[in-house]
């Protein structure tokens, strides 16, 4: 049973076009990850929530932005995404507190495509 | 930046061992030692972890070094669904990334 689910898994949007990808998780897991992954690169963070704490990498282009309505769900905006932006984006969950297992569970992705 | 060196890619035959090293020397005393993989085109996924002691799962063990500067991920019976990016990442919390190992099991 898929415990970690990204809709869609393939989105394509337009220069410009403000865009949302969606998480959910039926784990319950405290913490909720996005990360960014280019062709041929390594998965980079792009922020997180611990709980309803929102943590932001230093780094990361105030074009991202996240919400977190409840455990469940996190989703993933990008305000004015450009050619720069086609990626892979990466959903994990984490529990942090009693019994973790110090583990992260990714979703599939969704395979972003800028025109 | 991630912590870790590995080789860029290692070839191994299908039903032998495969032995996937990491440098890590300048882990710090409270970062463990984490081991994932990806498969084309599908998300990461969590392989073992450890801190001091030797590891073992069903999928595979983790030797870390008495001075924990290098570990070594084993699959002790490759198969060709083996075939992925291997992560070796220290972290306490937060997972960074490095370049990873690419392993080629072939028949």
């Known amino acids: 049973d898929a415990m970690v689910i990204q809709n869609p898994r393939y989105q394509v949007t337009q220069f410009g076009k403000p865009v949302t990808l969606s998480c959910s998780q039926t784990?319950?897991?405290?913490?909720m990850y996005w990360y960014q992954q280019k062709s041929s690169q390594a998965p980079k963070l792009l922020f997180h929530?611990?709980?309803?704490?929102?943590?932001n990498e230093a780094d990361t282009p105030d074009n991202f932005q996240s919400r977190r309505p409840n455990t469940s769900f996190c989703f993933l905006d990008i305000r004015s995404p450009g050619l720069g932006d086609a990626a892979m984006y990466l959903c994990?969950?984490?529990?942090?507190?009693?019994?973790?297992?110090?583990?992260?569970?990714f979703g599939p992705g969704t395979r972003l495509t800028v025109l | 930046d991630a912590k870790t060196t590995q080789p860029p890619s290692m070839d191994c035959a299908e039903g032998r061992a495969a032995n996937l090293p990491c440098n890590h020397s300048t882990i710090s005393g409270n970062e463990y030692v984490y081991w994932y993989r990806q498969i084309h085109s599908q998300g990461p996924q969590y392989i073992i972890h450890?801190?001091?002691n030797n590891e073992t799962n069903e999928m595979a063990s983790l030797i870390i070094t008495e001075d924990r500067k290098s570990s070594t991920l084993i699959l002790p019976h490759a198969t060709l669904r083996d075939t992925a990016v291997y992560y070796c990442?220290?972290?306490?919390?937060?997972?960074?990334f490095g370049k990873g190992t690419m392993l080629l099991v072939s028949p």
């Open positions: 450890g801190l001091k």
């Open positions: 990442i220290v972290a306490y919390s937060t997972l960074t």
């Open positions: 929530y611990y709980d309803k704490d929102f943590n």
């Open positions: 994990a969950t984490l529990w942090v507190g009693t019994g973790s297992t110090d583990t992260q569970y």
């Open positions: 784990l319950n897991h405290n913490v």
